[in-house]
């Protein structure tokens, strides 16, 4: 059954190609691929408290070991940039060479990267293979709370929630707007409404662990 998720939050944003998403500290920073820079935003206020260049950047946004990653350039690697300065401290090789890592985030156990197809739990020391969940189409952002993955598909316009554990799709989520980057802030699903340049906050009942 698809649930349909009204937001409860909208946060309109200054930008040309909302390409990803993520929360760290207290603030929601999104990518923007036209303008090659990372935004930090105070979900609160919609002040804008950060800009970070990142030339070349492609796509995604992820947070991880308290830093940012994202991807860029032709060769489509991870790099790895400091949220204060914006300096990079590391850089990978894509694991899949020629193909568009389209969404990623961290976990507890690593890197979550997104391709077409399938979400891949990768090694934070040397992107090693770790699992993969075998999903329909493009995940175009990936979210990880303590119990669930998290993917959107701009195209379909839906996010939906997956058990890693059982590695299948539990929840599918019709949303307004075309979905890219996701986020979760503890409490609250936030999405790239990219065909709108805002973003969007929604409450799905189940996704916080009681007790």
Same mark, same amino acid.
């Given at each position: 059954m698809l649930y349909a998720a009204g937001s409860v939050r909208d946060v309109s944003v200054d930008a040309e190609d909302l390409c990803g998403l993520t929360w760290l500290g207290q603030f929601l920073w999104f990518a923007d691929a036209l303008r090659e820079q990372v935004v930090a935003v105070d979900p609160y206020s919609?002040?804008?408290?950060?800009?970070?260049? !990142?030339?070349?950047?492609r796509v995604g946004l992820a947070t991880y070991g308290g830093h940012l990653v994202y991807v860029a350039g032709p060769d489509l690697r991870l790099h790895v940039v400091d949220p204060g300065t914006g300096a990079?401290?590391? /850089?990978?090789?894509?694991?899949?060479? &020629?193909?568009? !890592? #389209?969404?990623?985030?961290?976990?507890?156990?690593?890197?979550?990267?997104? %391709?077409?197809?399938?979400?891949? $739990? /990768?090694?934070?020391?040397?992107? *090693?293979?770790? =699992?993969?969940?075998?999903?329909p189409g493009v995940p175009t952002g990936v979210a990880v709370t303590d119990r669930y993955?998290? !993917?959107?598909?701009?195209?379909?316009?839906?996010? #939906?929630?997956?058990?890693?554990?059982?590695?299948? *799709?539990? $929840?599918?989520i019709n949303v307004h707007g075309?979905? =890219?980057?996701?986020?979760?802030? &503890?409490?609250?699903?936030? %999405?790239?409404?990219s065909a709108h340049s805002r973003l969007r906050a929604i409450d799905v009942p189940g996704l916080v662990r009681s007790g």
């Open positions: 919609a002040a804008t408290v950060q800009t970070l260049a !990142c030339p070349g950047l990079q401290v590391d /850089r990978f090789d894509n694991p899949r060479p &020629g193909q568009v !890592c #389209t969404g990623l985030e961290g976990g507890r156990s690593g890197l979550w990267l997104g %391709y077409p197809g399938r979400l891949e $739990l /990768r090694s934070p020391a040397d992107l *090693a293979l770790v =699992t993969t969940v075998e999903l993955l998290i !993917c959107s598909n701009r195209w379909d316009e839906s996010i #939906t929630i997956v058990d890693p554990v059982l590695e299948q *799709a539990v $929840l599918p075309a979905p =890219t980057g996701l986020a979760w802030d &503890g409490t609250r699903i936030w %999405y790239c409404d």
